[in-house]
């Protein structure tokens, strides 16, 4: 197979045997991005990244990957400037008129407050999550191009353990737009069977866990079930857990 510069990331995660490679792909932005907002090269202290994290702000999964690094310091000067602006921005929208009796809470009700406004804008918003999206789909769509182009990956594609199911999703939309008609059609067929096969291959190791916590199976061989469940949370939830040491 080809390498390209654009490629490695791609071929690097498909040749780790793993249960979603397009997992092992996000997982190593993720950790470029958490580095990038925190890391050695203190990007945070740039006065154009700081707005951007001033604005935005953290999801919750973001804040927590923020306060493992071991950075208390820059996250603490991150949150502080964030939270002077949260206030900033929040004193203002608590300016306009409180909203009258349940017309902020009924039934499919769009809010009508700026508290309520800003608050949903924040919750929607993370600079991690960001700059992970800025490269993540042009990833996906150089899985396509690599496929349209290399036999070699394509054989690798279908060898491959499947996906999880989110990631499966973003496949199955994305390849009409960027796969043409010679490769689409075989790509989605392919796509549906390494899903379902794997996916069904990791169910009956969980049920194989299952029975291994029976006592009526205590003498029976574990097979491939031991590591089941850490398996199991990448395909139906797009979870890679770390390896135990």
């Known amino acids: 197979m080809k390498e390209k510069i654009y490629t490695i990331p791609i071929q690097d995660a498909f040749g780790q045997g793993c249960e979603c490679p397009v997992c092992a792909m996000y997982q190593k932005l993720e950790e470029n991005a958490i580095n990038y907002t925190i890391g ?22 973001h804040l927590r990957d923020l306060y493992a690094y071991p950075n208390k310091i820059g996250l603490a000067l991150m949150l502080k400037t964030h939270m002077d602006k949260t206030i900033k921005e929040l004193e203002q929208a608590a300016k306009a008129p409180l909203p009258s009796p349940n017309s902020i809470f009924k039934k499919n009700a769009k809010p009508s407050s700026p508290v309520v ?48 199911t989110s990631h499966y999703k973003d496949l199955f939309c994305l390849a009409p737009r960027y796969l043409n008609k010679k490769y689409l059609e075989p790509f989605l067929k392919k ?21 291994k916590n029976d006592y009526r199976y205590k003498e029976e061989p574990w097979k491939n079930a031991k590591d089941a469940l850490p398996r199991a949370l990448t395909k139906a939830g797009s979870i890679i857990v770390p390896e135990e040491e």
Request: charged fraction near 30%; proline fraction near 0%; charge should be negative.
């Open 191 to 211: 796509l549906n069977e390494i899903y379902l096969e794997n996916f069904k291959r990791v169910r009956d190791d969980v049920e194989w866990f299952i029975c």
């Open 40 to 61: 050695s090269g203190a990007s945070y202290m740039e006065e154009d990244i700081r707005a951007q994290t001033d604005a935005q702000g953290f999801c919750q999964k």
């Open 117 to 164: 406004e800003y608050v949903e804008r924040q919750e929607a918003a993370c600079f991690v999550c960001g700059y992970i999206n800025q490269t993540f789909e042009s990833y996906l769509m150089t899985i396509f191009y690599i496929y349209e182009r290399e036999e070699d990956f394509r054989r690798q594609f279908a060898e491959s353990k499947g996906f999880c």
